[in-house]
């Protein structure tokens, strides 16, 4: 396709005011309404926007900061959002690296907001698949134990934060927001209790679905190139092979182990991260014999159509 550029002023004009528009703090985010009659509240992840929009309702505008293929690790936030953040009542964290760069700064910009964090008693467990998922006393022989990769060890000190990849985090997470919701707005108490338990109800639906879909498939193992999906994992019984290493591509020694686990544990299916590196996860597939590679979207909106899409991308994959 081509592009063709006039040499006309009043066009040039035009584009450099819709540029400086588009630039503006004042320019309002795509998925933030007005209505200076209610609450505001900003959140990391879409995830958390899904369950502060399920028990809010309309009572509050939601903004998000990190979308849907966004690096939460490097992520940083738009004029746009720092200028709605500013009138934010709560702000939800769960967690995630970003946060860590940028708290401070968000506080800084609303000094008033109230800072919650919606993973609250929630127990995090190590970033890369491995021996967290198996019972107590039992044998890590499995393959994210035999073919961990080198740096297993050093990475199995970080804690993984995708914690709402868990039905037992998701309700956890549903309460924490419930709770500031009530603090923050008492006369709308009842409102959002009823839709906690709304929530709470499809949460465990969702759970029981994806048990169902699981229940019967042959094989536990999966392979992921960025190893997301631990607390999945965790709450189903199976076992993430994960392709990088500390958010590295696999080196040689890595990828023989990865090649022998793909072999072992007859892994046709390669998932990868929406946004991640498909060059690397094509090769990976080359290399391995993978005859398919499946996108999932960490960040994905709908929670729980986004939990039921994985059980039932798994059920194919491990049938």
């Keep these: 396709m081509k592009v063709m550029f006039r040499k006309s002023i009043p066009y040039i004009i035009l584009i450099m005011a819709m540029l400086f528009t588009a630039c503006s703090p004042l320019a309002k985010p795509a998925n933030l309404e007005e209505d200076p009659q209610k609450m505001q509240v900003t959140v990391s992840i879409l995830p958390q926007k899904w369950f502060v929009d399920r028990i809010a309702g309309d009572l509050v505008i939601t903004q998000n900061l990190v979308g849907s293929g966004d690096s939460p690790h490097t992520y ?135 048990t169902s879909l699981l229940k019967d498939v042959s094989r536990r193992h999966f392979m992921i190139v960025h190893p997301a999906w631990g607390y999945f994992a965790h709450a189903y019984d199976l076992h993430m092979i994960p392709v990088e290493i500390g958010g590295n591509e696999p080196g040689p020694a890595d990828m023989a182990k990865i090649l022998e686990a793909v072999e072992d544990y007859q892994i046709s299916v390669l998932f990868v991260e929406k946004g991640s590196n498909m060059s690397l996860a094509q090769s990976i597939a080359r290399q391995a014999g993978i005859s398919e590679i499946i996108e999932w979207d960490p960040m994905a909106y709908e929670w729980a159509e986004n939990m039921l899409s994985l059980g039932r991308d798994l059920q194919k994959a491990l049938h």
């Design 76 to 210: 940083e936030p738009t004029p746009s959002q720092m200028a709605v953040l500013e009138k934010s009542a709560l702000y939800f964290t769960i967690g995630i690296e970003f946060e860590e760069a940028w708290m401070d700064k968000l506080i800084a910009a609303n000094p008033t907001m109230k800072v919650v964090d919606s993973s609250s008693g929630i127990e995090r467990i190590p970033m890369v698949g491995g021996h967290h998922h198996h019972d107590e006393g039992e044998e890590h022989d499995h393959a994210d134990h035999d073919h961990g990769t080198e740096g297993d060890e050093h990475e199995a000190e970080a804690l993984d934060p995708h914690v709402w990849f868990s039905p037992d985090n998701a309700k956890q997470i549903a309460e924490n927001i419930a709770k500031a919701l009530i603090e923050q707005d008492p006369k709308n108490e009842s409102i959002y209790a009823n839709n906690l338990k709304a929530l709470l109800a499809e949460i465990a639906r969702t759970d029981e679905e994806i």
